[in-house]
């Protein structure tokens, strides 16, 4: 709750999002029955960012994803130029979330999991928002889920 309500100035600093997202994948435990596809374009491409806000965008998108995969999948992950922004993708081959949910997992408190705060999602959206970024996400029941983040590759404008 404390870090949904917090409001810190962003300490932005460039940082290689190739990087950031290798960075992440080390800090997830991986069930022996989810493999791992990497797609990771950007190369040396720096942007501004808050180094341990993206983190944890990264890292909570990546572990929800293992968590929809309870029966084995593939989690994908890949970054690419996308004009003036980077796109970074966090996809599973999980679950998927019901279209009836779609419009609602980014809202504080809401969750359908039996454990947690439903804060996560929560804040995702507003530490993307607060780097004048955007996430999108497409979700089809038995066959996946992927969000899509867009960051301006000037970082934002504060």
């Known amino acids: 709750v404390l870090d949904f309500s917090r409001n810190r100035a962003l300490n932005l600093s460039p940082q290689k999002v190739d990087e950031m997202v290798e960075k992440a994948l080390e800090r997830i435990q991986f069930p022996p029955n ?11 491409t720096q942007v501004p960012l808050d180094e341990d806000e993206i983190r944890q ?12 995969m309870t029966s084995g999948g593939t989690l994908i992950v890949g970054t690419k130029s996308h004009g003036e922004e980077v796109e970074i993708t966090i996809a599973d081959t999980g679950c998927g979330i019901p279209q009836e949910h779609l419009n609602k997992i ?14 996560g ?37 504060v």
């Not at 965008?57 to 929809?68: F, G, T």
């Not at 980014?106 to 804060?119: M, V, Y």
């Open 34 to 44: 989810v493999g791992l596809k990497k797609d990771l374009q950007l190369g040396d």
């Open 57 to 68: 965008v990264l890292v909570n998108l990546m572990e929800n994803a293992c968590q929809a």
């Open 106 to 119: 980014f809202a504080p408190f809401f969750t359908t999991k039996s454990r947690g705060t439903g804060l």
């Open 121 to 157: 999602l929560a804040v995702v959206k507003k530490i993307i928002e607060r780097h004048q970024g955007t996430i999108g996400v497409e979700s089809k029941i038995g066959e996946g889920t992927a969000f899509h983040i867009r960051l301006p590759l000037r970082g934002p404008h």
